[in-house]
């Protein structure tokens, strides 16, 4: 006996609000991850670049700046070597609350920098604050979300 091979109308039809109904949970969670991937993929570049910073400064024995930019950051270790970073996201934006003048860092050779408590680097997801870079009194670095709260 010869069959038919293929779908009817009605599967069809099935497969097709499942599939409606699958995008429309999936998407916003999908938005949701790359805001988050972006914002933490920035906040661990900055926090190697500040770490970058603090070590050069260290073992060449000289004074390292960090300086916070428009559109990213640089690092100058005082020989001929300057890192500068952009953020790659266009929607990611930074803002500085360091009580250093020009949002600039400078680290000396034991590694430390004249800082107050609170500064930070404010890491933005369309304005809305994600993340911070957090920087201690000696200018140890580290990573808190908002949803922990403001540096200490």
Sequence with gaps: MYRKKGFTLIELMIAIVIGAILLTIGIPGFLNMVQ???VTTTSNELLASLLLARSEAVRQE???TFTLEADGW???T?????INNTVANDNITLAGNLSTPGDIITYNSMGRAA??????IDV?????????VCLS??????IKSESEGDCP
Excluded: C, K, M, W
């Design 36 to 38: 988050r991937n972006a």
């Design 62 to 64: 000289l004074n390292t």
């Design 74 to 76: 640089e690092v100058d």
């Design 78 to 82: 005082g020989a001929i070597n300057q």
């Design 115 to 120: 800082l107050v408590v609170g500064d930070s």
């Design 124 to 132: 933005s997801f369309d304005g809305e604050v994600l993340s911070h």
């Design 137 to 142: 009194i000696n200018g140890r670095p580290y």
